[in-house]
């Protein structure tokens, strides 16, 4: 197995382990994903949200094992009812309707972001940053089309017009921020 040599931004500003800082760090990590799932343009059948920004910066800041744990926990909390998805749903059946793909995306795509910083250090500069963030969407994308094609029996273009193409301006955006404030985020932290 790969040695993931560099640390996480989490772990640079508390350098200290211990269990009580993971579960923060997970359930922060949890937390912020909710309350930014709440910026909401509602389009049918995939809202627009920035709940993406917040599980790629989460999965980042966090590393692949906490990002994916935090949004394990996010989905968790989800699916026992508590109002943390877009528009303030929740319960099982948001997973099995049309976001159920890209919900349950979100676990792999904060790993694959984490890992990635964790392996590359890519989070330290903004074209590497945007680069881990270009994967990770790619696994969003991955799932979430598969599973709206299999919920609505979308297929071809307009499975990419309802699931792919109203995204891609602002993932575009919400890349460039956050290949923006990681890169920030590690200046401030060397300062310290």
């Known amino acids: 197995m790969t040695q993931l040599a560099h640390p996480t931004l989490a772990r640079t500003l508390v350098p200290r382990s211990s ?8 359930l922060g990590g949890a937390a912020l994903v909710a309350l930014i799932a709440q910026v909401e343009i509602p389009l049918k059948p995939v809202p627009v949200t920035l709940q993406t920004l917040a599980v790629l910066l989460v999965g980042a800041a966090l590393g692949w094992k906490r990002g994916a744990a935090s ?16 528009g303030g749903s929740a319960g099982l059946a948001k997973f099995a ?12 795509a904060a790993a694959l972001v984490g890992w990635l910083v964790q392996r590359y250090a890519l989070d330290r500069k903004s074209a590497g940053a945007a680069l881990a963030m270009l994967a990770a969407s790619a696994v969003i ?20 017009t309802a699931g792919l193409t109203p995204f891609l301006v602002g993932d575009a955006l919400k890349i460039g921020l956050a290949a923006l404030l990681l890169p920030g985020a590690w200046a401030l932290a060397r300062r310290r």
């Open 141 to 160: 994308y991955a799932f979430g089309l598969t599973w709206l094609g299999l919920v609505t029996g979308l297929k071809g273009q307009a499975l990419l």
């Open 97 to 108: 309707g049309p976001t159920g793909g890209y919900l349950l995306s979100y676990v792999f």
């Open 19 to 26: 269990l009580v800082r993971n579960v923060a760090l997970v």
């Open 71 to 86: 949004m394990t926990t996010y989905l968790l909390a989800g699916a026992a009812g508590l109002p943390v998805f877009a």
